[in-house]
T-cell receptor
Framework: AQSVTQPDIHITVSEGASLELRCNYSYGATPYLFWYVQSPGQGLQLLLKYFSGDTLVQGIKGFEAEFKRSQSSFNLRKPSVHWSDAAEYFCAVGAGDSNYQLIWGAGTKLIIKP | KAGVTQTPRYLIKTRGQQVTLSCSPISGHRSVSWYQQTPGQGLQFLFEYFSETQRNKGNFPGRFSGRQFSNSRSEMNVSTLELGDSALYLC???????????FGQGTRLTVV
């Protein structure tokens, strides 16, 4: 069965420091991968997606992610975080016929230290 | 282009009642999906509609149902509410198959 693992429940980084959020997936075929961000009480905003092609994908707000098939990983990175990046981040894989369903990780809460 | 709109944003209902949530997708999007988000279970897929047909359904009891109208707007209904149905219900729309999903702000349902 498909699954997504985000091993870090919380991550604390200082403002201006670099960030890497980990995501591992289990999926038989070539996955469609996504990162979403959620601020408290809000919906989910798409940061970036990987469907095929270049394994390093750029997203909004200065985020990027790298798809590594050999490691079944799709880690999210940002070179320098801002206080406004504090939120919860979800990794997801598209599953099923035409990827109708998103299988979600448990999320990683990002805390920014001033 | 307007985003996905969900109404209402907040609801408080009593156990045993029923509730209907509404979702208007992005203009031109024909696929609408619903997800339930709770602290304990995380994000879980409820169902997906495409061109007024339910194509896929998650592992939820029959009390959870939905429909999609000809203008792609979708409604989700939960009957005989239980305390455990308290959650953030998120709607997402997609332009077509194998494309990314865009989410609304969600409806926060509290069952008391």
């Amino acid at each position: 069965a498909q699954s997504v693992t985000q091993p870090d429940i919380h991550i604390t980084v200082s403002e201006g420091a670099s960030l890497e959020l980990r995501c591992n997936y289990s999926y038989g075929a070539t996955p469609y991968l996504f990162w979403y961000v959620q601020s408290p009480g809000q919906g989910l905003q798409l940061l970036l997606k990987y469907f095929s092609g270049d394994t390093l994908v750029q997203g909004i707000k200065g985020f990027e992610a790298e798809f590594k098939r050999s490691q079944s990983s799709f880690n999210l990175r940002k070179p320098s975080v801002h206080w406004s990046d504090a939120a919860e981040y979800f990794c997801a894989v598209g599953a099923g016929d035409s990827n109708y369903q998103l299988i979600w990780g448990a999320g990683t809460k990002l805390i920014i230290k001033p | 282009k307007a985003g996905v709109t969900q109404t209402p944003r907040y609801l408080i209902k009593t156990r045993g009642q029923q509730v209907t949530l509404s979702c208007s997708p992005i203009s031109g999007h024909r696929s609408v999906s619903w997800y339930q988000q709770t602290p304990g279970q995380g994000l879980q897929f409820l169902f997906e509609y495409f061109s007024e047909t339910q194509r896929n359904k998650g592992n939820f009891p029959g009390r959870f149902s939905g429909r999609q109208f000809s203008n792609s707007r979708s409604e989700m209904n939960v009957s005989t509410l239980e305390l455990g149905d308290s959650a953030l219900y998120l709607c997402a729309s997609r332009a077509s198959v194998n494309t990314e999903a865009f989410f609304g702000q969600g409806t926060r349902l509290t069952v008391v």
